[in-house]
């Protein structure tokens, strides 16, 4: 049963920072690309970043670019979002996600449903 559980969010003023974390169990971790992506209150749910299998090619959306990064630890299944300069609007549930289709190994798409497993999500809130 593959299990996959966030951890690591809280509540930061605006300028701080985060490092969210995911651990995944019950597949071969490091055979799948990975994600971060967020839900904002009142918005559908967006993609952050994602890290192909090997952590050497990533995504990043352009709000958070120069502000965020990912990165993965294949021998501790374990990904990684670190979050600086945080702003207001990264407020957002924020949930992992395993790519399971359409080449598996690479982020060559961020559409949802090439993510076959998710976390239930961890809750960032970013305060003034």
């Known amino acids: 049963q593959v299990q996959v559980m966030e951890s690591g969010g809280g509540l930061v003023q605006a300028g701080g920072s985060l490092r969210l974390s995911c651990t995944a169990s019950g597949l071969s971790f490091d055979a799948h690309a990975m994600a971060w992506f967020r839900r904002a209150p009142g918005k559908e749910r967006e993609v952050v970043s994602c890290i192909s299998w090997t952590g050497d090619n990533k995504y990043y959306q352009t709000s958070v670019k120069g502000r965020f990064t990912i990165s993965r630890d294949n021998a501790r299944n374990t990904l990684y979002l670190q979050m600086n300069s945080l702003k207001l609007e990264d407020t957002a549930m924020y949930f992992c996600?395993?790519?399971?289709?359409?080449?598996?190994?690479?982020?060559?798409?961020?559409?949802?449903?090439?993510?076959?497993?998710w976390g239930q999500g961890t809750q960032v809130t970013v305060s003034s």
């Open positions: 996600a395993v790519r399971t289709q359409s080449n598996k190994w690479y982020c060559s798409t961020t559409n949802e449903d090439d993510f076959g497993y």
